[in-house]
């Protein structure tokens, strides 16, 4: 799933050719549906001329998926530049000034998490408005916290997770899109989803 006005792109499969234009891969866990394509994309990029991508992974794995990415180093035989993030529940990695990425906890058999990209704002407290340009830069020089902190979800990824407390958590609620994978969805699949 690629979210390219955002510039990211949510667990990569096999890795199609898509996913070589986002600079930022948020793996959700470790099984090869989810990262197979991993060592391809980071390869791609680096053969394209691109920058380095960035990974984020679940920090129980982080260790596992830099071996899997050395092993591949030395398989190519060549030193294919990435950064690899490990992230643990409700982090927030700051991007940018105004955009980060936020992990959360899902349900999903071992090290699961899902991913909510926050656009970072900063707002002018209320008690200031009506302030001169020339007042507010005074005030900030001596040190006067004249704006808040807003946090809005724009996108939140679940991917495979089971019902939970992750559907309680704001930025799952409050996501202006809201994506999660849906394997079995008709009653006659019950037997399916239990094996």
């Known amino acids: 799933v690629q ?8 667990d990569i499969g096999r890795c199609p050719f898509f996913a070589l234009t986002s600079d930022y891969i948020c793996i959700s866990h470790g099984h090869m549906d989810h990262l197979a394509g991993l060592p391809y994309y980071l390869s791609q990029r680096a053969f394209q001329g691109m920058k380095a991508g960035t990974v984020f992974v679940p920090r129980e794995i982080l ?4 071996t899997m990415l050395k092993c591949w180093r030395n398989v190519e035989r060549q030193g294919t530049p990435y950064n690899l993030i490990g ?3 409700d982090e927030l990695y700051e991007v940018r000034k105004d955009f980060g990425i936020r ?8 090290p699961s998490l899902g991913y909510a990209l926050i656009s970072i704002r900063e707002k002018l407290k209320p008690e200031f408005a009506g302030k ?3 007042e507010l830069a005074a005030l900030r020089r001596q040190g006067v ?7 809005v979800p724009m996108v939140t990824y679940l991917g495979d997770t089971s019902l939970g407390t992750v559907f309680d958590h704001p930025d799952v609620q409050n996501a202006e899109i809201l994506v ?3 394997t079995f969805f008709d009653p006659s699949h019950q037997t399916r989803a239990k094996a």
Request: overall charge negative; glycine content about 6%; some cysteine.
């Open 63 to 66: 260790h596992d998926v830099d």
């Open 103 to 110: 992990a959360l906890a899902t349900h999903h058999g071992g």
């Open 132 to 134: 001169s340009s020339q």
């Open 3 to 10: 979210v390219p006005e955002m510039n990211v792109c949510f």
């Open 180 to 182: 999660t994978e849906l």
């Open 87 to 89: 992230m643990s529940p």
């Open 145 to 151: 916290q004249i704006q808040y902190r807003i946090e």
